[in-house]
């Protein structure tokens, strides 16, 4: 049965008093253990058991997840709450609170989006108030980012309490950004609990109690995204990952592919300039085809192009140079591709080195690289996740981007017959 609870001084004012009737409720529902009645509330035991020690007022959402546990009447009890809490209409209360604010943390979208209507389609009619995470995946250079935001411009009227974003691949510990999102949420510094778990139960009252929009870009595991996430009837939570995430349940999945070739050209005219597309239409679409259509390249080469209207497109990009063409400012494909190939195992890496020719198979892989079928299964599927290549085909065939087979074709150059 666990520890006996500390006993309340019902003179100590109404939240005691609260409380006492909390405990009174739980012993009358057949004194379940906090463990128990987690199951059901969907709260941590020690939140439920929190929300009953009499030191602060719970949230009304944690109050209504006990209630509901020990099948109380939620209106009586919201009642008693509100009069409680003294603000009448606010679910808020006054000790979780610090000034009030709306967040607004999304970092401006981008203003040459183009395509993507079936998937941001798709991806507006799955997302709403009390709706599963959104989880937008796809290889380097995609555009998964740009698309959400694109994505919460669709969907943020709906969510007029605020925006909270955090970038998970900067190396961010999650307790770091928990902390940032309550902050940003109003609540001070002094009222931010010190141990990591509460906390995390702090921020996933406030996501059900609040309409809220949450945006996670760079996702690298299941394991960073899970704390942020909550059951919630108002927010909306959308994660971006090259990786696949395949346990992260319930979320509602979005792959994105390389462009289309006229969204290719709609992308190079709205950033260089359409009548200049239209003119050298040709140059343009073969540095479209070189670029395997990967958004990220286009962009980089359209921005280029604009930065030198007196140069012939054809001119742009080196014919044996390619990857190096790809770089404008502190956006450089190579980087991406070469930080996906560090992080792979050698066996891995090796696998790369043999993109040059084309779409691979685990058994073509196996025989190059001197390792079973299945190992080469594995690998193949890890450099799915690092966001190298696509997910193979039915017929068990990995596409290899044109970008990709440059890079690998690089590597291979660097490391002759190098066995890992």
């Known amino acids: 049965m666990g520890r006996p609870e500390r006993p309340l001084d019902l003179t100590a004012g109404p939240i005691a008093a609260f409380a006492h009737e909390l405990r009174a409720l739980r012993s009358r529902a057949g004194n379940a253990s906090y463990r128990e009645l987690a199951r059901a509330a969907h709260f941590a035991p020690s939140v439920l058991s929190s929300a009953a020690s009499g030191r602060r007022l719970p949230t009304l959402a944690v109050t209504l997840a ?84 694109r994505l919460a411009e669709e969907i943020t009227a709906g969510f007029p309490d605020g925006q909270l974003y955090a970038d998970l691949g900067e190396g961010r510990s999650t307790d770091g950004i928990v902390r940032g999102f309550l902050r940003a949420l109003g609540v001070a510094a002094h009222l931010v609990p010190d141990d990591p778990a509460h906390r995390i139960d702090l921020y996933r009252s406030l996501l059900a109690e609040h309409r809220l929009f949450v945006l996670l870009t760079g996702a690298g595991t299941e394991a960073q995204v899970r704390p ?51 003119a050298e239409h040709a140059a343009a679409d073969a540095i479209a085809a070189r670029c395997g259509d990967l958004p990220l390249a286009v962009s980089i080469i359209g921005r280029r192009i604009a930065a030198r209207p007196e140069r012939a497109i054809a001119a742009t990009t080196g014919r044996d140079r390619l990857l190096d063409s790809l770089s404008v400012g502190d956006v450089n494909v190579r980087d991406r591709f070469t930080a996906a190939y560090e992080s792979l195992p050698a066996a891995g890496r090796a696998a790369v080195r043999h993109f040059a020719t084309g779409s691979v198979t685990p058994a073509r892989i196996a025989a190059a690289i001197g390792v079973t079928i299945e190992t080469a299964d594995e690998l193949l599927e890890s450099i799915v996740d690092s966001g190298l290549i696509r997910r193979a085909d039915a017929a068990g065939r990995y596409a290899i981007p044109e970008l990709v087979k440059v890079f690998a074709a690089e590597a291979t150059a660097r490391f002759p017959g190098r066995r890992e």
Do not use: M, N
Not at 71 to 87: K, N, T, V, Y
Not at 244 to 261: C, K, M, N, Y
């Open 66 to 149: 006990f209630v509901s546990a020990c099948g109380g009447d939620r209106l009586a009890w919201e009642q008693r709450w509100r009069s409680i809490a003294g603000q009448k209409g606010d679910d808020e209360p006054p000790k979780a609170r610090g000034k009030t604010v709306r967040p607004a943390q999304l970092p401006p979208g981008s203003r040459t989006f183009v395509g993507r209507q079936p998937e941001l389609a798709d991806a507006v009619a799955a997302s709403g108030p009390g709706t599963a995470p959104v989880l937008v995946t796809g290889p380097i250079g995609t555009g998964k980012a740009t698309f959400a935001l």
């Open 228 to 278: 942020l996430l909550g059951r919630s009837a108002h927010s909306q939570v959308v994660v971006t990952s090259r990786a696949r995430l395949p346990a992260l349940e319930d979320a509602h999945r979005v792959e994105l592919t390389a462009f289309t070739r006229p969204d290719s050209l709609a992308l190079l005219g709205k950033i260089a300039g359409e009548r200049r597309i239209h």
